[in-house]
């Protein structure tokens, strides 16, 4: 009966499209707003931000304003837990939130290759520690500004040699530029000569990340700046607050958009039901039982979702890896990426709200009174 169910939709190809292009719409935005919560989820958990803490001026928060002295790391270097510490010197363009912020990290190359998870896609890492003025731009960046080997960016007080393209296994690593500690804290304008922004520590595998905290910050205490230190997921999700709230608000959205398939595909499968209430009950009379014609209902409103579902997850999954989207503030980004969970919970819910919207209608096929429906016009 499949070849049946097609001919039907074809029947009303207009209205079929309509109802298709807007189950489309809505979950491409239902995808696009579940990006965003993977990324924030991603940037705010994992390996990565339970087991390394950063070390920051305490009453501070846009990377601008924390200053903190450079031989800090000696210091937290000797507590017991410590593997490692990477002074860090970060410039953004712009603290408060933005689709489009430029963040740069400083430190000093031969850490950052040891302690990051990068693949550089284009350039080598010879060049990159070599040049003073030598910078490797993530992926998403790149898009963003179309940049390339070769190119010199400029923004701000800042200019650099674009010497290499990378990937990460951590995507928000990607709307990063790295560059070498020394080239940021003598940039003209910037003032940081012997000062950082904050310190990155890196942890053995048996330390307890709140025990080594608060031994940084009281061992710090005593010094000319006083710090505040927390693990690195949990400083980020304090960096971006406000825009967390925001995403939660955001989840709603998401919520809104299946309602809306719903609303949408339960609609048009009504009114089908309701132009054809005459022939479901020839239907009947020729022997299709009730049970059967609710599923031929359901396989119209489940094709319409599932069909527009997919196209609108696909476009969604195309328009961010095209894109490289990414939202920040105070020098943190989260990263708008496609999923393979991401297109697998389209796809089922796609699935799941098509056999919903075709309920009610699917009962009324299956209901039809004989006579009354044939005595119709």
């Known amino acids: 009966m499949i070849t049946y169910v097609l001919k039907t939709l074809w029947r009303h190809r207009t209205r079929t499209l309509l109802t298709v292009t807007g189950a489309a719409v809505a979950m491409f935005v239902f995808c696009f707003v579940g990006s965003v919560q993977e990324g924030l989820h991603r940037l705010t958990t994992g390996a990565d931000a339970d087991r390394s803490l950063i070390v ?11 200053r903190l002295p450079e031989d800090y790391s000696r ?14 010197q970060v410039w953004t363009n712009n603290c408060r939130a933005s689709l489009d912020i430029v963040v740069f990290q400083g430190a000093d190359p ?32 790149a898009q963003r500004r179309g940049l390339k080997r070769g190119d010199q960016f400029s923004i701000g007080e800042i200019s650099v040699n674009v010497t290499g393209i990378f ?19 003598y940039t003209r304008g910037l003032d940081a000569a012997g000062l950082v922004t904050q310190h990155e520590v890196l942890l053995t595998d048996d330390a307890d990340p709140d025990r080594v905290a608060s031994e940084i910050d009281a061992v710090l205490r005593s010094g000319p700046v006083a710090t505040r230190t927390r693990r690195k ?17 955001a989840h709603w959205l998401g919520y809104a ?7 949408l595909v339960a609609t048009t499968t ?13 239907l009947q009379t020729i022997g299709v039982r009730p049970l059967r014609a609710m599923r031929l209902v359901l396989a119209e409103s489940t094709i319409l979702c599932v069909v527009g579902g997919i196209s609108g997850t696909l476009l969604a999954l195309a328009a961010l890896e095209i894109g490289g989207f990414a939202i920040g503030a105070e020098g943190a980004a989260i990263s708008f990426q496609p999923s393979i ?37």
């Open 233 to 249: 997921g949990a400083f980020q999700a304090s960096t971006l607050s406000d825009l967390v709230d925001l995403i939660g608000f």
């Open 110 to 141: 031969e850490q950052i290759r040891r302690t990051r998870p990068l693949t550089l896609t284009d350039g080598d890492w010879q060049t990159f520690t070599s040049q003073r003025d030598a910078a490797i731009v993530g992926r998403n960046v």
């Open 56 to 66: 920051f001026q305490e009453s501070r928060f846009c990377p601008t304003s924390s």
């Open 167 to 185: 990937e990460s296994s951590v995507p928000s690593e990607e709307n990063l530029i790295y560059t070498s500690l020394a080239f940021l804290q």
């Open 270 to 282: 009504v009114m089908s039901v309701q132009d054809r209430i005459k022939e479901y009950a020839v």
């Open 341 to 377: 969970a991401l297109a697998i919970t389209g796809t089922l819910v796609s699935v799941v709200v098509g056999l919903a919207a075709g309920i009610a209608p699917a009962i009324q096929a299956a209901s039809v009174p004989i006579v009354n429906a044939l005595r119709q016009a």
């Open 75 to 88: 210091k937290i270097k000797e507590l017991p837990g410590v593997r490692e510490v990477m002074p860090i």
């Open 257 to 263: 958009c299946v309602g809306l398939v719903l609303s």
